[in-house]
């Protein structure tokens, strides 16, 4: 893995977790789609359990760069993208307007 990639990817994937949870709630609210609760809370957990393990594959050895800066910078973001991830994405899964209780 690169060092780009290493740097770029945590925000990447909280970039596109976002936009597919999202769409996702628009596809819901717009159909009224049973389970649809369901379906957020799956969404916004894989996307969140993603990053954790993104963040945990930068912290090991063989995914982690040897050189101390794009180390360090890698898990900074990654850290950062696994809280905009709870921040952004779990409100809308457990309390989305459009949906009943349930």
């Given amino acids: 893995m690169s060092a780009i990639l290493r740097i770029a990817l945590p925000l990447t994937l909280w970039l596109a977790g976002f936009s597919a949870v999202y769409g996702l709630h628009g596809l819901v609210c717009s159909g009224g789609w049973p389970g649809g609760r369901l379906l957020l809370i799956a969404g916004g957990g ?3 359990a993603l990053q954790l393990g993104l963040l ?3 912290r090991s050895r063989r995914f982690g760069d ?7 910078t890698s898990l900074l973001l990654a850290v950062v993208a696994l809280v905009a991830t709870l921040w952004t994405l779990i409100p809308v899964a457990v309390t989305s307007t459009c949906l009943p209780p349930g």
């Fill in 66 to 72: 040897p050189a101390r800066f794009v180390r360090g």
């Fill in 56 to 58: 945990l594959a930068l």
């Fill in 46 to 48: 894989a996307v969140l």
